[in-house]
């Protein structure tokens, strides 16, 4: 149903413009990093910050310097835990490896947080930032097994579980499987599956381009970023769903927007928002990209790029497999003159 949204044409923005501020020493909102964009979203729906009073603003910084003060504790206490812990997954001829389940939660109508127990009490899963785990199952009428990605939502540091976020297709084997499983049953996982090595700083600004579930390596770049107090990369996130309920870990989302108020950023759209809803209306455009992201012509930039086939094919092209991430093809990121290097699909 997705792949035939992201397709449809939403109403264009009046204005095309976009200004980015940089960062101030003293602190500020959001609207110290996106500058002149208020204007132009309100035009289109988008809710943003107003500019606030320098009461506002003291406010905003106090919030982020307490913000980094309590990732400095975690980052440390993780570093002593990780020193000693021992990785689940390692890789290279490593096979499967059967994980037992602990828990479900539900999330919405069609979606499920899965924890699964690691192996040994005192285990990492022993993934790093960016990369997913493989997924196998066969049931008893299928000639081949299902085997499906999937990138955990729980941090790469937390001993003894992992945490799998599925949403449910209709015909889909694996995500049909997982949601009939009950705690104390078991699933093969593989990995770490590589996919973009991140380390601190790596960009200056990163921009997060996701559909539906398209969301979770997202999430995982993002949590990387803002759990690491020495990284200063900022973050803009543009996350396209059908309604409110379909956006996945909005509350880890909006955490993140009141901790970082100057340094992350993300804008919804809905394709069937409420009445009230103060984000976006449609589907992701190119005047709605041209407007929220980093110029291509700003130094040392990433575009990320995650959803269903139909999403990567009017963004940023299709990746033609895992080793080749394929040309921009004339899609929305290679017309606002982004190069194929700044742009990375999952």
């Known amino acids: 149903m997705f792949a035939r949204q992201v397709l449809k044409a939403a109403q264009p923005l009046k204005t095309q413009t976009r200004r980015y501020a940089t960062e101030p020493a003293s602190g500020g909102s959001n609207t110290a990093i996106y500058g002149g964009v208020a204007a132009v979203l309100a035009g289109a729906g988008y809710y943003f910050y107003n500019q606030g009073d320098n009461a506002a603003k003291v406010k905003g910084a ?11 504790v975690g980052a440390a206490k993780s570093k002593v835990e990780g020193a000693t812990a021992k990785s689940a997954f390692t890789g290279g001829d490593q ?18 947080k899965f924890r699964f127990e690691l192996p040994e009490a005192d285990q990492v899963s022993g993934l790093h930032v960016a990369s997913a785990l493989l997924t196998k199952y066969k049931g008893p009428e299928m000639e081949k097994p299902a085997i499906r990605p999937y990138t955990p939502v729980n941090d790469e540091g937390d001993v003894g579980y992992l945490d799998l976020l599925v949403k449910k297709y209709p015909k889909g084997v694996m995500s ?9 049953q078991r699933l093969d996982f593989k990995g770490p599956i590589p996919k973009y090595p991140w380390t601190a700083n790596k960009h200056t600004h990163v921009a997060l381009i996701a559909g539906g579930t398209g969301i979770t390596p997202m999430y995982q770049v ?24 379909d956006i996945l870990l909005k509350k880890e989302l909006n ?7 100057q340094r992350f950023r993300a804008f919804y759209v ?3 928002p409420p009445a009230k809803w103060s984000g976006g209306s449609g ?15 700003e130094e040392n930039i990433k575009i990320f790029v995650c959803g269903p086939p139909p999403f990567y094919k009017a963004i940023s092209g299709v990746k033609k497999s895992p080793s080749d991430q394929g040309e921009l093809d004339g899609a929305y990121l290679e017309q606002l003159g982004y190069k194929k290097d700044q742009v990375y699909k999952f």
């Open 95 to 112: 096979g499967f490896i059967s994980l037992k389940l602990d828990s479900v939660e539900n999330i919405n109508h069609n979606t499920k």
């Open 255 to 261: 955490e993140l927007e009141n901790k970082y108020p």
């Open 176 to 184: 049909t499987h997982m949601h009939d499983m009950v705690p104390g």
């Open 283 to 297: 589907y992701i455009t190119k005047e709605l990209l041209k407007t929220v992201l980093p110029e291509p012509k």
């Open 270 to 272: 809905l394709d069937k």
């Open 62 to 72: 106090a919030k982020d310097a307490e913000a980094k003060a309590k990732d400095a």
């Open 222 to 245: 993002a949590r990387a970023i803002f759990n690491n107090p020495e990284d200063k990369t900022k973050v803009t996130m543009v996350f396209a769903n059908i309604t409110e309920e």
